[in-house]
């Protein structure tokens, strides 16, 4: 069985998402003058995993940055980059009882990094806030759903768990359990082939679990994405596709995950009207301005089960009326009602009550894009061998126009799809 440590915690923060090839917030170069040396003889960010079955040494790295220094020494004092990311050397100490070992992955908010407690034993990933006011007032936001999630989430499965948080040379650090890949991750490391339906239903059902938990406790995520829930093991296996070998892909040991990435959840209110979800989740009450409340997450839910039937992303687009074209190309007309109440932002998408479509369109290629795409149940029919009928009318419910008329997260659990013919992945 191959073994392999994917990137964690992916905060991707742009709306650009290019498929089939490395994401552009999240997989960016790593800063030259963060990284100092090697760590044991491989480069910072080798996918081989840096995790031994025991615990590590603190004479494992190099001499080359460490010799002479304190075990528990406070790393020498530097400036902080242009944008106030916090600068580092793999191998040096994060306060006395966390040693780094290397960079997971960097966003808007900061960086994350892989580091031993020395305090507990164990491996965890170390969000280091960005040193701007703003970034460490949502921060504290943050650590404040954490803990108030982890209060009510006894058995620990729902959400990432926050281990500690400390205020570091003017950075917010939030130190959370490590975990596995991304549904993305594990995605693009399998050349985005689709997920067998009966592992779509066993993360469906987790996710749907997770979303009631917290649309329970009156928050909504605004965010979700296979980028922001991960697998909690990295572990998988190697299963061949045809008979002679040649070809093979990944599936995961175990199908448990959690939700990431809670820097976005907000309570829920009645005057919500900005801006939320990275845009291929991002539904349409939110695009036209209508409000929104805990529909958007259901919407999102709807879009990542396409996802994981088919491997690529459903609305592959990076601007609103090309994306209400594909919606209605994949799912029908939006109500003319919705499109009537738009508010001064997204009024220009509308034309005597309907979709300014293509008339408005920006380019030839862009209404191609539209018209290639096939109706949903095409879509599922194409990647689905069983279950095909109640994974069609399971996602139809998730992905209605009216928030009102959209599932909820109980109901989404109550569905045939869920209860009916259950597999154990």
């Given at each position: ?46 996918v ?5 079955s025991?615990?590590?040494s ?22 902080d980059?242009?944008?106030?990311h ?8 994060l306060t ?32 280091i806030?960005?040193?701007i006011?703003k ?5 504290m936001?943050e ?19 926050i ?5 570091y040379?003017n ?18 490391k ?32 605004t ?8 697998f909690?093991s990295p572990e ?20 448990a995950i959690?939700?990431?990435d ?11 009207t900005?801006?939320v ?21 259901m ?10 039937c ?6 592959q ?34 034309r ?11 380019s ?39 928030p ?6 109980l109901e ?9 013919n259950?597999?154990?992945?």
């Amino acid at each position: 069985m191959e073994m392999e440590r994917f990137a964690e915690f992916p905060y991707a923060h742009m709306d650009r998402r290019p498929r089939k090839r490395p994401r552009v917030g999240w997989e960016a170069a790593q800063h030259p003058k963060a990284q100092i040396g090697m760590l044991c003889g491989q480069e910072v960010g080798d996918v081989t995993s840096l995790i031994s079955s025991t615990a590590p040494s603190d004479h494992t790295c190099s001499s080359l940055y460490s010799k002479g220094v304190a075990r528990n020494a406070s790393p020498p004092w530097r400036e902080d980059d242009k944008d106030g990311h916090y600068m580092f050397a793999v191998g040096e100490n994060l306060t006395s009882r966390y040693k780094i070992y290397s960079k997971i992955g960097e966003g808007t908010f900061g960086q994350v990094l892989e580091c031993w407690d020395r305090e507990k034993k164990e491996m965890v990933a170390i969000k280091i806030v960005r040193s701007i006011k703003k970034y460490r007032e949502a921060a504290m936001i943050e650590v404040d759903v954490l803990q108030h999630l982890g209060k009510h989430d006894k058995t620990g499965n729902r959400c990432v768990q926050i281990r500690n948080w400390f205020d570091y040379r003017n950075h917010i650090c939030i130190v959370f359990e490590k975990l596995g890949p991304s549904l993305y991750d594990f995605l693009r490391k399998n050349a985005y082939r689709p997920f067998p339906i009966d592992l779509v239903r066993e993360i469906g059902r987790q996710l749907l679990e997770s979303v009631a938990f917290m649309h329970d406790l009156h928050l909504i995520h605004t965010d979700l994405k296979p980028e922001n829930i991960l697998f909690v093991s990295p572990e998988y296996i190697k299963v061949s596709e045809y008979k002679d070998g040649s070809f093979s892909k990944r599936l995961p040991k175990s199908s448990a995950i959690k939700l990431i990435d809670l820097g976005s959840a907000t309570y829920d209110r009645k005057d919500h009207t900005y801006i939320v979800s990275t845009r291929h989740y991002r539904a349409p009450e939110v695009i036209l301005g209508l409000g929104w409340s805990y529909p958007c997450d259901m919407w999102s839910v709807g879009c990542i089960l396409v996802e994981l039937c088919s491997g690529e992303a459903l609305f592959q687009t990076h601007e609103n009326l090309e994306h209400m074209a594909m919606m209605e190309r994949v799912l029908g007309p939006l109500p003319q009602n919705m499109l009537k109440r738009a508010d001064r932002h997204a009024e220009k998408y509308v034309r005597r009550g309907r979709l300014n479509w293509p008339e408005g369109a920006a380019s030839r290629e862009s209404i191609k894009a539209v018209q290639k795409l096939p109706r949903l149940q095409n879509i599922v029919m194409q990647h689905v061998d069983h279950s095909a009928g109640d994974a069609i009318d399971l996602l139809q419910g998730l992905l209605r126009y009216e928030p009102s008329e959209r599932m909820t997260a109980l109901e989404a659990l109550g569905h045939p799809f869920f209860t009916k013919n259950r597999h154990r992945y």
